[in-house]
């Protein structure tokens, strides 16, 4: 089984510049979530999503980040503009149904984005 | 609101020892505990995980983690690490949401 998809792997930027990335969670799981790791912390989720629908975004800073997951597939989160701040590994996880309980998420390998 | 702290920032142990990582939780009930290690370059992935029942856990790569209600703790040990072992190890509490603590840095000397 295919496991949590995320591209690019590495992304260097300046500052006010914008910034997307890709996930592709694992086939048949309904809920995607986007986290924010700043080196030296643990991930901080970001926003959650339920098939296409958002769940969870109070996490997000909404003047500056953005995500959709269209159809309830595959994601991409947005930065428009970057700020230094926003240097971290931006890691998607995926679960079968949702964060309560027992479900297991599964992550992708991070995006390390870093912003001059 | 839950959340786990890990107290150790780093912690270096010769290949072949024991190793013991410690994670305290904060929460009211009984609380969903997970462990999950991130080697350099890859992502998290998933050790073992506490929802209730048997208080000793068995993982995979050789792990296992203990609950103790009366120390709000959930520690992992390995009887013997192996180099492959060197990682970043991150405690987590799920509520409505996942919360990782800050990890603590495994080193492994030969």
């Known amino acids: 089984e295919a496991g949590v998809a995320q591209s690019p792997r590495y992304k260097i930027i300046e500052k006010r510049q914008s910034v997307a990335f890709w996930c592709n969670p694992i086939?048949?799981?309904?809920?995607l979530y986007w986290y924010q790791q700043i080196l030296g912390q643990g991930p901080k989720l970001l926003i959650q999503f339920q098939n296409n629908g958002v769940v969870d975004d109070s996490q997000l800073p909404k003047d500056r980040f953005s995500a959709e997951r269209l159809k309830g597939v595959d994601s991409t989160l947005k930065i428009q503009p970057a700020k230094l701040e926003d240097s971290a590994v931006y890691l998607c996880?995926?679960?079968?149904?949702?964060?309560?309980?027992?479900?297991?998420?599964?992550f992708g390998p991070g995006t390390r984005l870093t912003v001059l | 609101a839950q959340s786990v702290t890990q107290p150790d920032i780093h912690i270096t142990v010769s290949e072949g020892a024991s190793l013991e990582l410690r994670c305290n939780y904060s929460?009211?009930?009984?609380?969903?505990l997970f462990w999950y290690v991130q080697s350099p370059g890859q992502g998290l992935q998933l050790l073992l995980k506490?929802?209730?029942?048997?208080?000793l856990v068995q993982g995979i790569k050789g792990f296992e983690a203990e609950f103790k209600r009366s120390q709000s703790s959930f520690n992992l040990r390995k009887p013997s690490v192996h180099w492959s072992d060197a990682a970043e190890y991150f405690c987590a509490v799920v509520d409505y949401k996942l919360s990782f603590g800050a990890g603590t840095t495994v080193t492994v000397r030969a």
């Open positions: 086939s048949g799981h309904a809920t």
């Open positions: 929460y009211g009930a009984t609380p969903y």
């Open positions: 996880a995926s679960s079968l149904l949702g964060p309560r309980g027992t479900d297991t998420q599964y």
């Open positions: 506490y929802f209730s029942g048997d208080t």
